[in-house]
């Protein structure tokens, strides 16, 4: 596709459900980035991946976010055991370079 | 020292006007400012960038005006537009892969 598209756009999940976000990224951008954006904020940094190497995860609130892109392409971000505090909204950019291409984002509420 | 401050955090404008929204920093070694543009249920969208060794740059209705000595910057939209409506971030980038966000400012254009 043209764009960074994630899936799904929206997911409710009961507190304490496990949840997995879809990241694909444009075609070739070796860089991957997860940011989380909470209501009326800026987006928050959370992990950084060249290829399938995740060189930085030192934005991850706790060790229930789990990030990966096996084979340096699509990414998936995992949240074990949800709490409300994770509502937020989820967005992955990718780039080749210093321009960052975010896509939608995944609205996540937990309830 | 890791914080971009933006302001004001709301900003209504009359059609045609000129909006001005405004971010500073502290880390020097911060050494690209883009500025994003987010719709609702929409990811932020590159609009504009600049690195500090220029003190303008002018795409469009949009110039980004950047004072390296005061570590700020701003981005002007001339003759704004209702359709400019949107919630606009500045962002620091310190010459790695990490975005550093403001809070965002939420822009209303009125007809």
């Known amino acids: 596709g043209a764009g960074v598209s994630q899936s799904p756009r929206y997911k409710v999940a009961k507190r304490g459900q496990d949840v997995a976000l879809r990241c694909d990224p444009i075609s070739g951008h070796v860089s991957l980035f997860w940011y989380q954006q909470a209501l009326g904020q800026g987006p928050e940094f959370l992990t950084y991946?060249?290829?399938?190497?995740?060189?930085?995860k030192s934005g991850l609130p706790s060790d229930r976010f789990f990030a990966e892109r096996p084979e340096g392409s699509v990414s998936t971000l995992k949240i074990q055991r949800t709490q409300q505090e994770d509502s937020a909204v989820y967005l992955c950019a990718s780039s080749l370079d210093t321009e960052a291409f975010f896509g939608q984002g995944t609205r996540l509420t937990v309830v | 020292q890791q914080q971009v401050k933006q302001s004001p955090q709301s900003l209504i404008v009359q059609k045609g006007g000129i909006s001005i929204i405004n971010c500073a920093y502290e880390?020097?070694?911060?050494?690209?400012f883009p500025w994003y543009q987010q719709f609702p249920g929409k990811g932020p969208a590159l609009l504009i960038a600049?690195?500090?060794?220029?003190s303008e740059k002018k795409e469009g209705r949009f110039t980004i005006s950047f004072n390296k000595s005061a570590k700020q910057f701003s981005l002007h939209i001339m003759d704004s537009q209702p359709g400019d409506s949107a919630t606009y971030f500045c962002?620091?980038?310190?010459?790695?892969?990490?975005?550093?966000f403001g809070t965002g400012t939420r822009l209303k254009v009125l007809a």
């Open positions: 880390n020097t070694a911060f050494d690209y």
């Open positions: 991946f060249q290829n399938e190497a995740q060189l930085d």
């Open positions: 962002a620091a980038n310190p010459g790695t892969y990490k975005y550093i």
């Open positions: 600049i690195r500090p060794d220029v």
